[in-house]
Structure formats: structure tokens, C-alpha cells
């Protein structure tokens, strides 16, 4: 089964900064990368799909990179409502898997 | 508009068999490529996939769950059914079921999740 690894699990930020979330896969999936992020209380939502293209209606401030075993996500210019658990998901192969999450919080 | 919607019952007993219902809106799992995946995530803690069934009836489990669990459709009534048979209070948990299109890059992604649907085990 492939392993997802997130880093860090926990991150500080302020309104208006910048961050990345580093994802590690323990094989090579190429770019079948997810991310989403989820608020409390709600289902996940798909941010990044095939590692890097934008799924419809997010906003261009979140962007993702990398390929074979690690991947980042990165948001500019933070916004009060991108203050969420964000997760990482290979869709490779089944079993599919997700990291354990990167929690955001307000700074 | 899609989407999908999770039903069941909000508590069972430890050995109880849970049956859970995905009720698909706005697609059909007899197009070509369509999946339909389940998710749960326990108080607190990380998401784990569960299950997928595809729109040829081919089913994927988790191997560490795969014998309690099986994963059916009915075409007809547009639903996606999961069982889970010896329920024990770790399986406390939101459980949602998510789509998965196949089409292109984004098919691979699951794109439209359920609201979930918490379950809580007694023992």
C-alpha cells in the first residue's frame, strides 16, 4: 500500500501570508495527487487535482506542484476562510490514501 | 446539479451490521467511468478510504477492513450501498461517500463529496 506523508501537521499563520504543505508519497505515483481541504463540521472539498491544475471554482491563490514522491501545495495571501484541515490523496492505485492532514489555524 | 447524500443509522451495537446508502443526484453510475467511493473519518483524525464501486460493477476494498465489508448498487433507485458487518466502537465516525468521474485528469480526483453521515458503535 502506498503511504502519504504530510508536514507539518499543524501551521500558524496570519491573514495575507503565504504557506506551503509538503505531501510525501512512499512510491512513485507520478502526479495522481489530490488536495482538498476540509472546515470543521463540513465534508472535504477538492482544491488540486493531477498535482497541480486547479479544480473548478477554487481560487487562483492556491497552487500545487511536484511529481513521482513529493508534491507541496501552496497559498498566497491567506484569507480568513482558508483557515482549515487540508489533506493530501493519492489516486494512483487503490487502496487509495490520504495524509493525516495538515491543520491551519489563525495566527 | 450534482450531488450525492448519505444515509443510515446514527447508531449501532457493537456486532451489528451497519448499512449505509449513498443516493446519487444530477449523475449515473451506468456512465462510462463513473465510480463512487467511500470515505470515514473518526472523531478528530485523518480521512480513510473504505471502498470503491464502478460503473462496470468492479468493486476495490481496504485490505485491513475487507472482509466486513461489501459494497453494492442499485442502478435503478441511482444508489450506492456499503455494509459493514461486526461493528465495533472503533468504527465510530463521519462516513461519506464521494464520486469519482473518470473522465480526464480531475476523474481520478473525488470531486463531489456527501455531507457524511456520523455513525457512533456502543459496545
Known amino acids: 500500500d502506498i503511504q502519504m506523508t504530510q508536514s507539518p501537521s499543524s501551521l500558524s499563520a496570519s491573514v495575507g501570508d503565504s504557506v506551503t504543505i509538503t505531501c510525501r508519497a512512499s512510491?512513485?505515483?507520478?502526479?495522481?495527487l489530490n488536495w482538498y481541504h476540509q472546515k470543521p463540521g463540513k465534508a472535504p472539498e477538492l482544491l488540486i487535482y493531477?498535482?497541480?491544475r486547479l479544480q473548478s471554482g477554487v481560487p487562483s491563490r492556491f497552487s500545487g506542484s511536484g511529481s513521482g514522491t513529493d508534491f507541496t501545495l501552496t497559498i498566497t495571501s491567506l484569507q480568513p476562510e482558508d483557515f482549515a484541515t487540508y489533506y493530501c490523496?493519492?489516486?494512483?492505485?487503490?487502496?487509495?490514501?490520504f495524509g493525516q492532514g495538515t491543520k491551519l489555524e489563525i495566527k | 446539479q450534482v450531488t450525492l447524500r448519505e444515509s443510515g443509522p446514527a447508531l449501532v451495537k457493537s456486532t451489528q451490521t451497519l448499512t449505509l446508502t449513498c443516493t446519487l443526484s444530477?449523475?449515473?453510475?451506468?456512465?462510462?467511468?463513473?465510480?463512487v467511493n467511500w470515505i470515514r473519518q473518526p472523531p478528530g483524525r485523518a480521512l480513510e478510504w473504505l471502498a470503491r464501486?464502478?460503473?462496470?460493477?468492479?468493486?476495490n476494498y481496504t485490505a485491513s477492513l475487507k472482509t466486513r465489508l461489501t459494497i453494492s448498487k442499485d442502478t435503478s433507485k441511482n444508489q450506492v450501498v456499503l455494509t459493514m458487518t461486526n461493528m465495533d466502537p472503533v468504527d465510530t465516525g463521519t462516513y461519506y461517500c464521494?464520486?469519482?468521474?473518470?473522465?480526464?485528469?480531475?476523474?481520478?480526483?473525488?470531486?463531489?463529496w456527501g455531507q457524511g453521515t456520523m455513525v457512533s458503535v456502543s459496545s
Open positions: 464521494a464520486r469519482q468521474t473518470g473522465i480526464g485528469a480531475v476523474g481520478d480526483a473525488f470531486d463531489v
Open positions: 444530477g449523475f449515473s453510475l451506468t456512465t462510462s467511468g463513473m465510480c
Open positions: 464501486i464502478e460503473w462496470d460493477d468492479a468493486k
Open positions: 512510491q512513485n505515483i507520478r502526479r495522481y
Open positions: 493531477a498535482a497541480s
Open positions: 490523496q493519492q489516486s494512483y492505485r487503490t487502496p487509495y490514501s
